[in-house]
């Protein structure tokens, strides 16, 4: 049974910056991709970021692109997500999870361990 606990989130102002952890236990966390998540209030859950078992490869949704940056620590089990230059809709809760497999994807379908969540809100 896999664990994943995320930590970091806040109130932050607009053009700030945060960093989201999440840490995993009860499995091989090298041995599977992981991935971001969001949901704001009232909309739907939404892909932010993507990185493969080994962290070669990451992927972004067009939204956080170039402001957002996924990183991982396989020795610490410990994934993270560097956000700058935050905007008012980038407020959510954040999730992280964990791919079925060790290549990274957009659809959240292809995960099958979630996080509690953590709070980020952006005020203007």
């Known amino acids: 049974q896999v664990q994943l606990v995320e930590s970091g989130g806040g109130l932050v102002q607009a053009g700030g910056s945060l960093r989201l952890s999440c840490v995993a236990s009860?499995?091989?966390?090298?041995?599977?991709?992981m991935a971001w998540f969001r949901q704001a209030p009232g909309k739907d859950r939404e892909f932010v970021a993507t990185i493969t078992r080994s962290g070669g490869t990451t992927i972004f949704a067009d939204t956080v692109k170039g402001r957002f940056t996924i990183s991982r620590d396989n020795a610490k089990n410990t994934l993270y997500l560097q956000m700058n230059s935050l905007k008012p809709e980038d407020t959510a809760v954040y999730y992280c999870?964990?791919?079925?497999?060790?290549?990274?994807?957009?659809?959240?379908?292809?995960?099958?361990?979630w996080g509690q969540g953590a709070q980020v809100t952006v005020s203007s």
């Open positions: 999870a964990k791919s079925k497999d060790g290549s990274g994807s957009s659809d959240g379908n292809n995960y099958d361990y």
């Open positions: 009860g499995g091989t966390f090298s041995s599977y991709a």
